[in-house]
């Protein structure tokens, strides 16, 4: 242990310790806008700079480690000053106008510089103009290059987190900033859409598309049917920037904010995750069962994050995807050749609305392949910081609201169904099902609970399971990108084999997703908000995909069985029906 002062307050902390832990143990936070623990931790800001008895320079409190006796001060004018220096040269190459800025009361640069009390900058402003400054607006994922500070947490979670390295430094001196890297156009990149640049953006310099405004013309357009679904990881964190308690914002709180905010119908990602299941793990059996596992294994196909991925970096094992379409994808499918019918009216009139901790997912919808006779199996998507915009636009309060239930048909859902938003839980809920079809009983539902992966933490998680009938199956589980690469990369080299391996792009699966909320705390809430899936399966009723009653019924009154030529239609897609630029590495 080592022991310093923090202000003139003693505490003992252990070596090895930065003066910026060192402090926080001491109850002393400091600023900083660049540090992300394990990450970024490259002083590159020197917000946190602070004075140390017997340095004549300032020193930056991140990535400097105290040493015994050290005499830490983080308050004397000499630092406030540097301080209030260094944050108005950032201010003066940075957009201001946080009224139109969706940080706005939630960035790290504003709220540095209001506890500053920086009402006005001695600087001149220096904004990039002109084609640099420009970006696509229908590309999923935007980037403002005048609010980008360049503190470079987006390549460096690019890079050490998830390997694809889309981000790099361009230009030199002050007029040096961040890009897409190798002198490429964004729609021109290897990008997965995976988002963890935004959830680690300090500012509003990243950010998805801004679709809001286009659910709200659906909403209002009275030709229109509004159906609109909510992913299961969307439930654990949309409370989060509403300052709700995980008590408050219950799923069917929020199914009662959807309605006021004028949704037609209402339902659960999570029935589709359990047709998703039947589909997928029938599709497994039947390879393995053909002996199509041997070589290489099959791989998941419910994230358009590793889907793009896979087709950029390993596009030779495109059919080694599952050919079963994501959830979100069945679901509007199924809305709108099923559904609609239910309702009595064409599925022109119907207009299919996802939630989505992803954004990814917009890519998705829009592909050519991702739709039926029915026409777009879905128009929108919306991630769950869009949902929390469309309800303050609204001036609602959700804790005020009581709770509603789903609408039905395709309102039921599985404990099996939820946990699809965390890292291992489509491949538990397919072993699930999977150990039913060759056994014709139910295992234990936690039979299959090895598979559950861990979010940032290098490696994947592989398991063995006997489903009866002398099918010894191998696994994997592996979620961030950077893990993937590792894993493909073992397979190529013929150093592990599985036969089913399912993969999440971001960290912690879904849960961890970049359309999730972003906190001006840090700290990373994929492994809570994936506990929380698991303990709403530990209470559920039903927890097989199998015995999802309306799956049993919608198999009935229209699919027959899955697998079935209708099931194809409408269910399964074609993935090499669509393109992504090569990785260039």
């Not at 957009?95 to 540095?112: E, K, W």
């Not at 439930?235 to 904010?257: I, K």
């Not at 041997?294 to 791989?299: A, K, N, V, Y």
Request: net charge negative.
């Amino acid at each position: 242990m080592v022991n310093v002062t923090v202000n003139g307050m003693a505490v003992q902390v252990p070596e090895g310790t930065t003066i910026l832990n060192a402090a926080k143990a001491a109850g002393v936070e400091i600023p900083h806008l660049c540090y992300l623990k394990d990450l970024n931790e490259i002083g590159a800001c020197r917000v946190c700079c602070v004075e140390i008895e017997g340095e004549r320079n300032l020193v930056p409190s991140c990535n400097n480690p105290v040493f015994e006796g050290m005499a830490i001060r983080t308050n004397t004018d000499r630092v406030r000053r540097t301080r209030r220096i260094n944050v108005e040269l950032i201010l003066s190459q940075h957009d201001c106008h946080c009224a139109t800025c969706l940080r706005s009361g939630n960035c790290h640069l504003q709220s540095v510089a209001n506890d500053l009390g920086i009402l006005e900058n001695p600087y001149p402003f220096d904004l990039v103009t002109g084609a640099r400054a420009q970006w696509p607006r229908d590309f999923p994922l935007y980037r403002d290059t005048n609010k980008c500070i360049k503190c470079m947490r987006c390549i460096q979670v690019c890079d050490k987190v998830q390997g694809v390295h889309v981000w790099d430094l361009s230009g030199t001196g002050s007029r040096t900033r961040v890009d897409v890297s190798g002198n490429r156009r964004i729609k021109e990149s290897d990008c997965a859409l995976c988002g963890q640049c935004i959830t680690h953006c300090p500012t509003g310099a990243l950010r998805e598309r801004n679709d809001t405004q286009r659910a709200f013309d659906a909403i209002a357009d009275p030709d229109k049917i509004t159906v609109v679904q909510i992913a299961p990881a969307v439930r654990t964190a949309w409370g989060e920037n509403l300052d709700l308690t995980p008590e408050q914002a219950s799923v069917h709180r929020m199914v009662a904010a959807l309605r006021r905010l004028g949704f037609d119908y209402v339902f659960d990602t999570s029935f589709s995750a359990d047709l998703t299941i039947m589909e997928e793990g029938t599709e497994f059996l039947h390879r393995y069962q053909a002996g199509q596992t041997r070589d290489l294994p099959m791989f998941t196909s419910c994230c358009p994050g590793w889907v793009r991925y896979l087709k950029s970096h390993y596009p030779q094992w495109t059919d080694r995807l599952s050919t079963a379409k994501s959830p979100q994808q069945m679901f509007g499918a199924v809305a709108k050749n099923y559904f609609a019918q239910k309702l009595g009216v064409s599925p022109d009139r119907l207009y299919c609305v996802s939630i989505m901790p992803c954004i990814a997912k917009k890519q998705e919808c829009d592909l050519l392949t991702m739709k039926t006779e029915a026409g777009q199996d879905v128009d929108l998507v919306l991630t769950t910081r869009e949902l929390v915009r469309m309800i303050r636009a609204e001036h609602l309060h959700p804790e005020t609201l009581p709770e509603e239930a789903f609408d039905s048909p395709l309102g039921t859902f599985t404990g099996a169904g939820v946990i699809f938003g965390v890292t291992g839980g489509v491949m538990e809920a397919a072993l699930r099902s999977a150990y039913y079809l060759v056994n014709g009983k139910n295992p234990k539902p936690e039979a299959f609970t090895a598979v559950r992966g861990t979010p940032y933490v290098q490696g994947w998680t592989e398991a063995e399971f006997d489903l009866g009938g002398g099918a010894m199956v191998r696994t994997a589980v592996v979620n961030g990108l950077g893990n993937t690469h590792r894993l493909l990369e073992a397979l190529a080299a013929g150093k592990v084999h599985y036969d089913f391996v399912e993969v999440m792009a971001c960290p912690g699966g879904c849960a961890g997703g970049g359309g999730q909320p972003q906190n001006r705390d840090d700290e990373e809430r994929a492994a809570q908000r994936g506990q929380r899936l698991y303990a709403l399966d530990k209470c559920s009723t039903l927890r097989f995909s199998h015995e999802n009653p309306e799956i049993q019924t919608l198999y009935r009154d229209a699919l027959g069985e899955p697998g079935s030529e209708r099931a194809e239609a409408w269910l399964h897609t074609d993935h090499h029906g669509w393109e992504m630029p090569q990785s260039p590495l």
